[in-house]
């Protein structure tokens, strides 16, 4: 209690001009005083982390003692043998200093000050610490051990030090440090320096330490892995500040999973929160790499962050800054041993979604019997002596195959009902037969012929009427000849050569099919298009200003809100670092998801609530939307409140360019239906301008 009475009268009668008195939840200490500057500050950290002047104080705030007329008001102890020492009567905080000895532990017949704020060992042996050494000082802000033989700190040494706000341990020979270590609360650490250790591994919690803090040196130690000794997880996203990790022996990045991390948090710790140094690492920027270069950009726009991250591996991308390498060239290479064929370059490609085996040249009389135990094999075999096109277990996990310029004179009839195989390219071989079942290749999936000769029958008629249609729907002018006696037709005409009988409907058939042709038409028309009837007839209402009977709109805390599936990386690229950004800028305000949750609350009362204070809507429609729960109640909301109110307006974005026939929800399909959507396709250029007019319009 003397001690709380001593500091409050220091403070209350020091003048600061230009600080503050810093209090805030973020550390337990009332010693610190803060810059008025940090008040000011709305930029860097503002919009993203949140709480910017958290973070300049973090940085900035300085103890009372080191203010003013107050650095008189403490005293250095520069220990001796004999344990005397001299201060003057206006000393109300002491700094023991004892450096460049021998010591090997830490002197317990010194510990008695209580107005103790800073100790300086540092160039000494101590080889241990322990909480005990330190409990004496209450009030002990800065602790200085570097360059000692410390090897192992126990998460017991520093929670009774809640006012410990710097301390640095760097260049010892620390292997081990305790799990929890630096997180305990309450607590006050903003600056913790581990630089120049022999450390090979981090526990997470000792990094992402989930409160407000600084600098965290870990640089120049041995580390090569993050550890979850706790089986820790990330519930809530909190705190935040620099971490510096560069120059040790991290080749590859953690499972996110392992070290207690969803996709989704982990976006926020990167991006928003936490910016990690990880320069002067030997990274292998392979396709396990692939995910973190996006978050890595999006973190830049934020942090001071990815300068000085380089690849070493693979030989190709050596010295070139992670950031800057195209996203195709994140492979990993397939071994043999993984059943990549002899002679062939096997890899994985992520940002295609693929699996390349490419065998192209390499001298095969047949298709190989094994391939990777992957999906979405995308298998090169042209330019070889292949003759026969089999059906094998393995093209069920293919997306394309390019047997083009080979000797092939047999298909195989069952490869064209597999539906995972899109694209077939058998042109430049031998055929001269085709099989009925190429007519199951369809909706999206193609195959590419070229130009074949094949014997002319009348059997072989549906051939024209197909070929026609796959060069119309391909853009592409592959051409079947038939031959005859002394000629060659075009399948074209080969319908012309045949004589068949065309039978006609009887007149009571045509008018059974036409009163049901009817009927089905009302039912449809009733069940099915209700919706787009809804749609329309709003459309009437707004056009005419026919909104009598609409509520008086209440005021929104957001412009629009974001509608989109999470789980997909390319999708939530986009939106977060495309679209938000560029409504933001014009002036939006846009509510977020991912970003503006809190990610520890209730998440339906979230959606309700926040989709309740938006006035517009964006909905970014993908194969797998509405497949949660969470999104089919977010859709819902977005509907309820579209509906209740009139001058709300939902805006469809088809990033997947889904058909409508593909959409199981009527109020999705009925907007595809009247065209009431956007298509990400984007040809003219013109889509990020078209979603502002949209929203222009009803602002």
């Given at each position: 209690m003397e001690?709380?009475?001593?500091?409050?009268?220091?403070?209350?009668?020091?003048?600061?001009?230009?600080?503050?008195?810093?209090?805030?939840?973020?550390?337990?200490?009332?010693?610190?005083?803060?810059?008025?500057?940090?008040?000011?500050?709305?930029?860097?950290?503002?919009?993203?982390?949140?709480?910017?002047?958290?973070k300049?104080?973090a940085?900035?705030?300085?103890?009372?003692?080191?203010?003013?007329?107050?650095?008189?008001?403490?005293?250095?102890?520069?220990?001796?043998?004999s344990?005397?020492?001299?201060?003057?009567?206006?000393t109300?905080?002491?700094?023991?200093?004892?450096?460049?000895?021998?010591?090997?532990?830490?002197?317990?017949?010194?510990?008695?000050?209580?107005?103790?704020?800073?100790?300086d060992?540092?160039?000494?042996?101590?080889?241990?610490i322990?909480?005990?050494?330190?409990?004496?000082?209450?009030?002990?802000?800065?602790?200085?051990?570097?360059?000692?033989?410390?090897?192992?700190?126990?998460?017991?040494?520093?929670?009774?030090?809640?006012?410990?706000r710097?301390?640095?341990?760097?260049?010892?020979?620390?292997q081990?440090?305790?799990?929890?270590?630096?997180?305990?609360?309450?607590?006050?650490?903003?600056?913790?320096?581990?630089?120049?250790?022999?450390?090979?591994?981090?526990?997470v919690?000792?990094?992402?330490?989930?409160?407000?803090?600084?600098?965290?040196?870990?640089d120049?130690?041995?580390?090569s892995?993050?550890?979850?000794?706790?089986?820790?997880?990330?519930?809530?996203?909190?705190?935040?500040?620099?971490?510096?990790?560069?120059?040790?022996?991290?080749?590859?990045?953690?499972?996110?999973?392992?070290?207690?991390?969803?996709?989704?948090?982990?976006?926020k710790?990167?991006?928003?929160?936490?910016?990690?140094?990880?320069?002067?690492n030997?990274?292998?920027?392979?396709?396990?790499?692939?995910?973190?270069?996006?978050?890595?950009?999006?973190?830049?726009?934020?942090?001071?962050?990815?300068?000085?991250?380089?690849?070493?591996?693979?030989?190709?991308?050596?010295?070139?800054?992670?950031?800057?390498?195209?996203?195709?060239?994140?492979?990993?290479?397939?071994?043999?041993?993984?059943?990549?064929?002899?002679?062939?370059?096997?890899?994985?490609?992520?940002?295609?979604?693929?699996?390349?085996?490419?065998?192209?040249?390499?001298?095969?009389?047949?298709?190989?019997?094994?391939?990777?135990?992957?999906?979405?094999?995308?298998?090169?075999?042209s330019?070889?002596?292949?003759?026969?096109?089999?059906?094998?277990?393995?093209?069920?996990?293919?997306?394309?195959?390019?047997?083009?310029?080979?000797?092939?004179?047999?298909?195989?009839?069952?490869?064209?009902s597999?539906?995972?195989?899109?694209?077939?390219?058998?042109?430049?071989?031998q055929?001269?037969?085709?099989?009925?079942?190429?007519?199951?290749?369809?909706?999206?999936?193609?195959?590419?012929?070229?130009?074949?000769?094949?014997?002319?029958?009348?059997?072989?008629?549906?051939?024209?009427?197909?070929?026609?249609?796959?060069?119309?729907?391909?853009?592409?002018h592959?051409?079947?000849?038939?031959?005859?006696?002394?000629?060659e037709?075009?399948t074209?005409?080969?319908?012309?050569?045949?004589?068949?009988?065309?039978?006609?409907?009887?007149?009571?058939?045509?008018?059974?099919?036409?009163?049901?042709?009817?009927?089905?038409?009302?039912?449809?028309?009733?069940?099915?298009?209700?919706?787009?009837?809804?749609?329309?007839?709003?459309?009437?209402?707004?056009?005419?200003?026919?909104?009598?009977?609409?509520?008086?709109?209440?005021?929104?805390?957001?412009?629009?809100?974001?509608?989109?599936?999470?789980?997909?990386?390319?999708?939530?690229?986009?939106?977060?670092?495309?679209?938000?950004?560029?409504?933001?800028?014009?002036?939006?305000?846009?509510?977020?998801?991912?970003?503006?949750?809190?990610?520890?609350?209730?998440?339906?009362?979230?959606?309700?609530?926040?989709?309740?204070?938006?006035?517009?809507?964006?909905?970014?429609?993908?194969?797998?939307?509405?497949?949660?729960?969470?999104?089919?109640?977010e859709?819902?909301?977005?509907?309820?409140?579209?509906?209740?109110n009139?001058?709300?307006?939902?805006?469809?974005i088809?990033?997947?360019?889904?058909?409508?026939?593909?959409?199981?929800?009527?109020?999705?399909?009925?907007?595809?239906?009247?065209?009431?959507?956007?298509?990400?396709?984007?040809?003219?250029?013109?889509?990020?301008?078209?979603?502002?007019?949209?929203?222009?319009?009803?602002?």
């Amino acid at each position: 209690m003397e001690i709380c009475v001593l500091l409050v009268l220091v403070i209350s009668k020091t003048s600061n001009a230009g600080y503050f008195k810093w209090i805030t939840k973020a550390v337990s200490t009332q010693n610190l005083m803060c810059p008025l500057s940090c008040k000011e500050i709305t930029g860097l950290y503002g919009h993203f982390g949140g709480a910017p002047d958290i973070k300049c104080c973090a940085y900035r705030s300085r103890p009372i003692w080191l203010i003013g007329k107050s650095t008189s008001s403490i005293c250095e102890l520069y220990l001796k043998n004999s344990g005397t020492y001299h201060c003057s009567k206006n000393t109300i905080f002491y700094k023991i200093i004892h450096t460049n000895t021998y010591m090997t532990s830490i002197p317990k017949r010194l510990l008695h000050s209580n107005q103790t704020v800073e100790i300086d060992f540092k160039f000494n042996k101590i080889e241990n610490i322990t909480g005990s050494d330190f409990e004496c000082f209450p009030l002990l802000d800065t602790l200085d051990l570097s360059f000692n033989k410390i090897s192992k700190l126990e998460n017991t040494t520093f929670f009774k030090l809640k006012n410990l706000r710097r301390l640095d341990l760097s260049r010892n020979v620390i292997q081990y440090i305790e799990p929890r270590t630096f997180s305990y609360r309450p607590g006050s650490l903003l600056f913790i320096n581990l630089r120049g250790n022999i450390l090979i591994s981090v526990d997470v919690t000792n990094v992402f330490v989930g409160y407000w803090f600084s600098k965290l040196y870990f640089d120049f130690n041995r580390i090569s892995k993050f550890t979850n000794q706790l089986h820790w997880k990330m519930e809530n996203v909190s705190g935040g500040g620099d971490i510096f990790m560069g120059h040790n022996n991290m080749s590859h990045l953690p499972n996110i999973s392992d070290i207690g991390f969803t996709r989704r948090s982990i976006v926020k710790i990167i991006s928003f929160k936490y910016s990690l140094r990880l320069g002067g690492n030997p990274w292998f920027c392979d396709c396990k790499f692939a995910w973190f270069v996006p978050l890595l950009k999006l973190a830049r726009k934020n942090f001071d962050v990815g300068g000085r991250m380089v690849c070493k591996y693979p030989i190709s991308l050596r010295e070139t800054l992670a950031v800057c390498v195209p996203e195709d060239l994140f492979v990993c290479n397939i071994s043999v041993e993984q059943k990549c064929p002899l002679s062939c370059n096997c890899f994985e490609q992520p940002s295609k979604k693929r699996v390349v085996v490419n065998c192209s040249h390499s001298r095969k009389y047949k298709i190989p019997s094994a391939f990777p135990q992957k999906a979405n094999l995308d298998i090169d075999l042209s330019h070889n002596f292949i003759m026969i096109f089999e059906n094998r277990a393995y093209l069920n996990r293919t997306v394309a195959i390019n047997l083009s310029f080979n000797k092939i004179k047999v298909l195989d009839p069952l490869v064209f009902s597999i539906q995972t195989l899109k694209i077939i390219n058998v042109e430049n071989n031998q055929i001269t037969d085709i099989h009925r079942n190429i007519q199951l290749v369809q909706n999206g999936r193609k195959i590419v012929i070229g130009n074949i000769t094949i014997e002319c029958s009348c059997r072989k008629k549906w051939i024209a009427n197909w070929l026609e249609n796959q060069n119309r729907l391909l853009v592409r002018h592959d051409r079947i000849v038939c031959r005859q006696i002394n000629e060659e037709l075009i399948t074209f005409y080969m319908t012309d050569n045949c004589i068949f009988r065309k039978k006609y409907l009887a007149y009571e058939q045509y008018l059974i099919l036409g009163s049901f042709l009817i009927v089905l038409i009302a039912t449809l028309t009733r069940l099915i298009f209700k919706y787009e009837i809804y749609l329309l007839f709003r459309k009437f209402r707004h056009k005419f200003k026919l909104n009598v009977i609409n509520p008086v709109e209440q005021s929104s805390t957001f412009d629009i809100y974001i509608s989109f599936s999470e789980d997909k990386e390319d999708i939530s690229k986009w939106v977060i670092g495309v679209l938000t950004t560029h409504l933001e800028t014009i002036g939006f305000k846009v509510c977020l998801p991912p970003r503006d949750f809190d990610l520890g609350g209730v998440h339906v009362d979230q959606i309700m609530n926040y989709t309740a204070s938006s006035k517009n809507y964006v909905v970014v429609l993908s194969d797998d939307y509405l497949k949660t729960q969470y999104q089919v109640i977010e859709w819902g909301h977005i509907w309820n409140k579209y509906k209740r109110n009139i001058n709300s307006n939902i805006l469809v974005i088809n990033y997947d360019m889904l058909h409508s026939k593909n959409i199981k929800d009527q109020r999705l399909k009925a907007f595809l239906r009247l065209q009431y959507s956007i298509d990400f396709s984007n040809f003219d250029k013109k889509l990020l301008k078209k979603i502002e007019n949209e929203f222009r319009c009803k602002r």
